[in-house]
């Protein structure tokens, strides 16, 4: 396929990074005995998810109807989407027919949107397998382990199928957390466990839990389905976390130099290329792949500012630079389109197909 170098900044992925990335994951739970149900919000892409199905995946993690559909579509057919969703008449009506379309389970923590399942959709809720998501300590959305039961016998009483129970620990994001945040997911599952069995549900069999900060510490004597997503690119973050190395990044965005002040350089790739996280345990707006010890200390929406501490190794103007986003996911998601490169070999253009698909 033949692709014309792009102008920067532009989202370039090494693609043999990327196949050890999603091989390494792979195995890792194949030796574990786990299945892995890899989070497609990260890179949004057709191309990816099939590396990870040939990589031998359970099946696939979304956050929305709208990335649910978008891989439906591309023949995707088990679906967890990890959000306790609010049914509408609309939304509803998408639902019934990603259930026509393939298998989907869905989180739930709440009676109300129970009951809101069962008004939308009558006989239809039947085909939906639920998973009761349980609060470790992210304190986000999520029910107390203790109240899983009682979640279930109220859902049980509505008609309907509770298959198990997820989590996601994520309070892994900082420093030294992996260990404590795996810790909290285990406990938090199997208590839910405990609950679902006390409650009358022995077949709930299903603990899902995964982060990528997370999914080296994960206790696999309670954890049967992991679901990470940075994984298959890895970010600044998950670097200053200590969870990859610089060798396991597969994405960066390539920047321009476009002015030069000392030590300091400015790189034509702002809040509107890179996305603007920035946690607390950050060491700037994001990395340079190469040089270590630049930091990112500026970042407005076209511009990012960057500190070479060794005068040096300041690049000139025109050159271009691999800038290491923060949170990839958010990169990701302000893109259209990602080049692929092989050994520095520019092969292939995907597009990132479910980009935006918010609701």
Not at 301 to 317: G, I, K, M, Q, R
Request: overall charge negative; proline content about 4%; charged content about 20%.
């Amino acid at each position: 396929m033949f692709v014309t170098m792009p102008e920067t900044p532009f989202i370039a992925i090494e693609l043999g990074v990327l196949q050890n990335n999603i091989a390494r994951a792979a195995e890792a739970a194949r030796t574990a005995g786990i299945a892995l149900r890899p989070h497609v919000k990260t890179h949004k892409m057709i191309e990816i998810a099939r590396m990870q199905e040939a990589a031998g995946i359970l099946g696939i993690t979304v956050a929305t109807l709208g990335e649910a559909e978008v891989f439906v579509a591309a023949g995707f057919a088990d679906v967890l989407i990890a959000y306790p969703l609010w049914l509408t008449d609309a939304s509803a009506q998408r639902l019934s027919t990603l259930l026509d379309q393939a298998t989907i389970r869905l989180g739930i923590d709440s009676a109300e949107s129970a009951e809101r399942y069962v008004r939308f959709l009558g006989g239809k809720v039947s085909l939906i397998e639920f998973l009761i998501e349980v609060d470790c300590g992210h304190h986000r959305s999520g029910v107390a382990p203790g109240a899983v039961g009682e979640l279930a016998e109220g859902l049980r009483d509505l008609g309907l199928d509770v298959s198990g129970c997820f989590t996601f620990p994520g309070h892994s994001y900082a420093l030294e957390g992996r260990a404590a945040a795996a810790h909290d997911e285990a406990k938090a599952l199997a208590t839910a466990q405990h609950q679902l069995v006390a409650a009358g549900f022995p077949d709930a069999h299903i603990r899902s839990g995964g982060s990528t900060p997370s999914l080296a510490e994960a206790d696999v004597l309670v954890v049967t389905e992991q679901r990470p997503g940075v994984y298959v690119f890895n970010d600044a973050q998950q670097v200053e976390l200590g969870s990859c190395n610089w060798s396991d990044i597969a994405l960066t965005v390539h920047a321009t130099v476009v002015s030069v002040r000392g030590n300091k350089v400015i790189v034509n790739a702002g809040s509107k290329a890179l996305g603007a996280d920035r946690a607390p345990y950050a060491s700037g707006y994001g990395r340079i792949l190469n040089f270590p010890d630049a930091r990112m200390v500026a970042l407005s929406e076209h511009h990012a500012t960057v500190d070479f501490a060794d005068a040096a190794a300041v690049p000139a103007l025109g050159e271009i630079l691999k800038v290491v986003p923060n949170h990839v996911c958010n990169t990701v998601n302000l893109a259209d389109e990602a080049f692929v490169f092989d050994r520095g070999e520019l092969v292939d253009c995907w597009k990132v197909a479910a980009r935006g698909k918010n609701s």
